[in-house]
């Protein structure tokens, strides 16, 4: 394989997951086929947008809070587990999103921002809920 950064790149650019890179302000650097695939946005509208593109405003509050505070180089456990929430799409409906984060450093240390790797799991979400509400009724009519 000679040719592996450009086997690296068109699996940035190609993989179905949504691929964005923000910088410490938060604002998205790089946007995949992926992330337009699932949120909606061409990469040359998200590219210079904030992260607030897709953030629910509900949420924007909190997710900025430990943004900030992982950009000044607080520890964090979301660089090693699976993240979960949702996501608002161009057209305005809701995805629910799994994601892992990368811190991004440079090559002395300096935190410089992080990338995101998303997968769109609304599909999942949605027959969970149902599962629930469907044992929740079968509970419900096995009572006395």
Partial sequence: ???????????????????????REGIIRYWNMGAERI??????????????????????????????????????KYKTSLLSSPGICKDGSQVSL?????????ADGTMQG??????????RWRKEKELKQRLAACETSQKP
């Fill in 1 to 23: 394989m000679d040719n592996i950064n450009q086997y690296l790149q068109q699996t940035l650019k190609e993989s179905q997951d949504a691929i964005l890179i923000a910088d």
């Fill in 39 to 76: 949120l909606g946005y061409s990469a040359a509208e998200a590219i210079g947008q904030s992260l607030n593109l897709f953030i629910p405003e509900k949420l924007q509050g909190r997710h900025w809070e430990g943004y900030h505070r992982v950009m000044a180089g607080a520890e964090t």
């Fill in 98 to 106: 799994e994601f892992s984060m990368v811190l991004l450093h440079d």
């Fill in 114 to 123: 992080c990338a995101s790797i998303m997968r769109d799991v609304s599909e």
